[in-house]
């Protein structure tokens, strides 16, 4: 079982998924049946003088991925973007591009810890 948040916004930043993104993973750290959340948005940013759309879009996004992340470090949350298709967008004066994407919010999986028995401290072997 899982949460979703859904956003449409015009002008993507960071600040316009924060709420949603604290609180998928506020209901991940308080509900032990959620397994995973999910914050999906499509944005769309307009060519500007000096880059693209596509170029605006794909900078902001890493960004927003990058902010996620930070947001979920310490908190035994990851945090994976799964990224959508462009759609090239035109106006009277110019175009852009717009794209959905998604940031899926789950628990951090223990992985098996190695067996390192009758290995010295500092000393690696191939």
């Keep these: 079982m899982g949460v979703i948040e859904i956003?449409?916004?015009?002008?993507?930043?960071?600040?316009?998924?924060?709420?949603?993104v604290e609180r998928v993973c506020s209901a991940l750290k308080q509900t032990k049946s959620l397994k995973w959340g999910?914050?999906?948005?499509y944005g769309t940013l307009w060519d500007?003088?000096?880059?693209?759309?596509?170029?605006?879009?794909?900078?902001?996004?890493?960004?927003?991925?990058?902010?996620?992340i930070s947001h979920v470090s310490g908190k035994r949350l990851q945090c994976a973007r799964v990224v959508g298709t462009d759609r090239r967008l035109r106006n009277d004066d110019h175009g852009g591009v717009g794209?959905?994407?998604?940031?899926?919010?789950?628990?951090?999986?223990?992985?098996?810890?190695?067996?390192?028995?009758g290995r010295?401290?500092?000393?690696?072997?191939?």
Excluded: H
């Excluded at 956003?7 to 949603?20: A, L």
């Excluded at 794209?99 to 028995?117: C, G, K, Q, T």
């Excluded at 010295?120 to 191939?126: A, I, N, Q």
């Design 99 to 117: 794209r959905a994407e998604v940031l899926v919010f789950s628990r951090y999986r223990r992985r098996s810890r190695p067996d390192l028995s």
């Design 7 to 20: 956003k449409e916004v015009d002008y993507v930043t960071y600040g316009k998924v924060k709420r949603d």
């Design 38 to 41: 999910m914050v999906a948005y």
């Design 120 to 126: 010295k401290s500092g000393v690696c072997s191939p």
């Design 48 to 68: 500007g003088v000096a880059k693209s759309g596509k170029a605006r879009l794909d900078t902001r996004t890493q960004i927003i991925e990058g902010r996620a």
